[in-house]
């Protein structure tokens, strides 16, 4: 069973940084690309960052890059999102999520990052 756990979420000023952390088991981690989504109230969920399953090949969105960066850890099966210069507009739940190989995508429970003064 997949499963994908969310952390690091909370409250921020704006221009500060938080870094996200989503602990993966339950397949093969190192053979998965990993990505980060988030949903901001009453807007869609949204692809924030990918990264490839050896991490060579990462992705952003045009809002975030140069802000944020996606990271992993085989070692560890765990995939980071360091958020910094936090804007408002980042103000959003984030979410992990993996399809591994002939399996169905996965989401985690979500953790929440609130940016405001």
């Known amino acids: 069973q997949v499963q994908l756990v969310e952390s690091g979420g909370g409250l921020v000023e704006p221009g500060g940084s938080l870094r996200l952390f989503c602990a993966a088991s339950g397949f093969t981690f190192s053979s998965t690309g990993m990505s980060w989504y988030r949903r901001a109230p009453g807007k869609e969920r949204e692809l924030v960052a990918y990264i490839s399953s050896g991490g060579g090949i990462t992705n952003y969105a045009d809002s975030v890059k140069g802000r944020f960066t996606i990271s992993r850890d085989n070692g560890k099966n765990t995939v980071f999102l360091q958020m910094n210069s936090l804007k408002p507009e980042d103000t959003a739940v984030y979410y992990c999520?993996?399809?591994?190989?002939?399996?169905?995508?996965?989401w985690g429970q979500g953790t929440q990052v609130t940016v405001s003064s």
């Open positions: 999520y993996a399809k591994p190989l002939l399996r169905d995508g996965s």
